[in-house]
């Protein structure tokens, strides 16, 4: 059973996080500030950044958060798997127009936190997470594919 | 005259605001005259109705006829099957809405 | 054809549940239309003119009895005893309500179907060719490699908020019979030095601003499709306009940075993707391809027919197409009745047409995206007695690719984008050329009762756009254009007519084709050799 652990930062931001390990704390500069300084970690794309520019620089990143302007704006969903594919290991964070009706797709793209502007219903939430089985595809998570599940 | 119509939420139907509640008969609907908006924003919270629009419409002897052929469409039904209109008898209705 | 086994079933069950949740929290005001609005569409579900509209996937096209037998009680346990075939190989229903749009997804699902993504800024059906597995000139099936990608592209979560809706259609012939290089991707199976691959088109796309798709790949295998279209999505996702719904297609990308800018982001996307394992085991392929190995055909079916009934000779020469093995014949159902509505079927004729693939077809029915129906499989000496339930079921009439088997949007009345109505104008034209169709020959008409195109009219050899003209409804008149591998788009005559007025203007356009035709020039070849100037005089003088 999949769920998340809400937590409130200092900020005052109420997360969703799937993620154990501690709130990165620092605040997260824009990807030009960061590409122009040498000591920030935590960067925050605006869905039309590319993503690939942070590829150099991922040992450093302890913290990728990407906007979502309007829940229709799709990019994030690249922008999130480009880092994974590229070994981002650190804490991937979906945050604006953030609904529970696409948490699931943003899990499998690889975000591991969301920071939704409205409440999110955590009974929602849970129940959707845990509705499908297996994924046609793979994806930026670890869920095996049924391609797989049928040829091993 | 200005006429305020929707789609039932449920159901789909396409209604007409009567002053009070929403009807699937364009004979039963009022003018709003400039109390559109309000209505709208009244109506949204209610959930009763999807997305309700003003239209123009003119007064007529058989009730309110809408300036715009699409919503003729919409308060009568498909022009090519009578039979699924509100008024699958009625021989006459194809030509209120052309 | 395609079996799910209890993976797919599990989707599919799960979408319902979702679903069901998902109009709950809709009815009870937990989320706003706007918020519901892209996962009702990405169910298939449309509020429209009258009522809600549900467009039932018909994957590529394929369908057998028991799942055309549920289609016709959807039609007539929730609508009105009737639906729709699309141009996309779909089903529609007009008058479904939201609180039934669940169960009836879920009795969908007792029979293996669905309306997942039939709508929506995502990865729509795949269609393909509805002779496949049939046509003599096909390099291999396509449909495996449209059911492969069927499945990769069901709740992808990457590619699930485009810019706007995307459609791949699949061939694996020269000849075009599903207007591939009109697709947003379309995928050509070929051989090369003996290894089946496919060459990959992008680009294509009607609406308001049409165009043809541009080679973008000239050869992938099967096991590497997968990454290479992902590849393709991810440039589109990431670069595609989002400000203007009307510049969203991937069309529009390709024509504002060029194919080769395309193309060269597509290969850094698909060279840093390629190793990840996107791509199942050519395992995969083989195990649906399998599926497909199609029936056991009677080797010894016989090859005559008797064409003694002229009425059945008639339907015979022109609905009836050559089946690569002996003895058979592919059947095209007409669903253009001269005066009826194009493309709608009642449930009783779906039912006589599930029956006829029961007992004559091996079970299986295609819809094509000319809004008809084919038998893909039949065998010649069962023709006559199909074609005599056909006729008294009205769904006999000899039309196809003339002018009266006419491609038509459902239009203004009952759609809410249209500007014109469309149905009413495909019902004159039949009546006024009923007489002359066979005299005019193939003649591909197409009628779209607003920009969007649904109707196609941009490929139509005569096409017609319906417009709001100061709130009257308009007629435009297009030559020229065709969805097959002669790919071109049509263009306008000159100023618009009313619906009287645009079916004379194609009267007198017929006649002139009459009058300069050569040899055995159908319409749209004649048109291509003495150009638009001939045609323009004889329609304004």
């Known amino acids: 059973m999949v769920e998340p652990i809400t937590v409130n930062t200092n900020a005052g931001e109420t997360l969703l996080r ?115 089985p297996q994924p046609y595809q793979k994806a930026a998570d670890t869920r095996v594919p049924v391609w797989k599940l049928r040829h091993g | 005259m200005k006429l305020l119509t929707g789609n039932d939420l449920a159901t789909g139907d396409v209604v007409w605001w009567t002053g009070g509640d929403w009807s699937r008969h364009i004979e039963d609907a009022v003018d709003v005259g400039g109390q559109g908006e309000a209505i709208l924003r009244a109506e949204e919270g209610a959930r009763r109705v999807n997305v309700p629009y003003l239209i123009d419409a003119e007064a007529t002897e058989q009730g309110p006829r809408p300036a715009h052929i699409k919503d003729r469409i919409r308060a009568l039904g498909p022009t090519v099957r009578p039979d699924l209109t509100l008024k699958p008898a009625d021989a006459d209705a194809g030509a209120w809405v052309i | 054809m395609y079996r799910y ?195 990959i088109f992008v680009g294509g796309g009607m609406g308001r601003t049409p165009m043809i798709a541009h080679e973008v790949k000239d050869f992938i295998t099967a096991d590497h499709l997968m990454s290479y279209l992902e590849a393709c999505l991810r440039v589109y996702n990431r670069y595609g306009r989002r400000d203007n719904i009307y510049k969203a297609r991937i069309k529009i990308l390709l024509h504002e940075i060029g194919v080769d800018a395309y193309r060269e982001q597509v290969e850094a996307e698909f060279a840093a993707i390629r190793d990840l394992g996107i791509d199942p085991p050519v395992a995969e392929l083989a195990r649906i391809t399998a599926m497909f190995a199609g029936p056991d055909f009677a080797s010894d079916a016989p090859d005559t027919i008797d064409r003694s009934d002229p009425d059945f000779a008639v339907w015979l020469d022109q609905n009836v197409a050559a089946h690569k093995q002996p003895g058979h014949a592919i059947v095209t159902i007409s669903l253009k009745p001269i005066g009826g509505i194009p493309g709608d079927a009642s449930a009783d004729q779906i ?92 003649l591909k008409l197409k009628i779209s009762g607003c920009i969007n195109a649904c109707g196609h009219h941009h490929a139509g050899h005569i096409g017609i756009l319906g417009v709001d003209k100061k709130g009257t409804e308009n007629y435009q008149l297009l030559l020229g254009g065709s969805g097959a591998e002669d790919v071109s788009l049509g263009k306008i005559t000159g100023p618009g007519f009313d619906e009287d007025g645009v079916v004379d203007a194609i009267e007198r356009v017929t006649d002139r084709y009459v009058e300069l035709r050569e040899g055995g020039e159908r319409f749209l070849d004649t048109y291509r050799r003495v150009g638009m100037q001939p045609f323009k005089e004889a329609i304004y003088g």
């Open chain 1, 18 to 132: 799937f993620r154990d390990d501690v709130v990165h704390d620092e605040p997260a500069v824009t990807l030009d500030a960061f590409l122009g300084q040498t000591n920030a970690t935590a960067v925050r794309l605006e869905a039309g950044d590319d993503a690939r520019a942070l590829l150099p620089h991922l040992g450093q990143i302890a913290l990728v958060e990407i906007s979502f302007p309007t829940f229709r704006d799709g990019r994030g969903y690249s922008a999130a798997r480009i880092l994974r594919e590229a070994g981002f290991e650190g804490e991937l964070r979906a945050a604006g127009d953030v609904l529970v009706d696409q948490i699931p797709h943003m899990r499998r793209c690889g975000f591991d936190s969301f920071a939704p502007e409205k409440p999110v219903d955590a009974a929602t939430l849970t129940k959707l997470l845990n509705l499908y």
């Open chain 3, 5 to 199: 086994d209890e993976y797919d079933q599990s989707i599919v069950d799960a979408r319902v549940e979702e679903f069901r949740d998902q109009v709950e929290r809709r009815l009870s005001g937990a989320l706003t239309e706007d918020q519901f609005k892209p996962l009702r569409l990405m169910n298939g579900l449309y509020l429209q003119l009258h009522a809600y509209m549900l467009r039932v996937a018909v994957p590529y096209g394929t369908l057998d009895s028991r799942q055309m037998r549920m289609l016709g009680h959807i039609a007539r346990k929730y609508d009105r005893g009737y639906g729709h075939f699309t141009t996309r190989q779909n089903i529609q229903y007009n008058w479904i309500k939201l609180a039934d749009a669940p169960d009836i997804l879920a009795e969908l699902a007792t029979v293996q179907m669905h309306a997942i993504q039939t709508s929506g800024n995502c990865i729509r059906n795949i269609s393909s060719d509805q002779f496949a597995g049939a046509a003599a000139d096909e390099v291999a099936d396509p449909r495996p490699w449209a059911e492969l990608l069927r499945q990769w592209s069901t709740f992808h979560p990457e590619f699930t908020y485009l810019p706007r809706k995307f459609k791949i259609a699949v061939i694996a012939a020269d000849e075009d019979r599903a207007a591939m290089r009109l697709h947003d991707i379309g995928i050509q199976l070929l051989e090369r030095d003996g290894v089946l691959g496919a060459k």
């Open chain 3, 351 to 442: 039912d006589l047409m599930a029956d006829l693939a029961e007992r004559y077809g091996h079970d299986e029915l295609r819809v094509t995206h000319a809004q008809n129906i084919v038998l893909p499989h039949v065998r010649k000496a069962d023709l006559y007695a199909i074609w005599t339930a056909l006729r008294d079921a009205g769904l006999a009439e000899a039309n196809l690719d003339l002018i009266s088997d006419i491609i038509a949007c459902p239009g203004l009345d009952y759609c809410s984008l249209a500007n014109a109505r469309s149905i009413p104008l495909a019902q004159k034209i039949g009546e006024r050329f009923a007489g002359r169709q066979r005299e005019l020959g193939e």
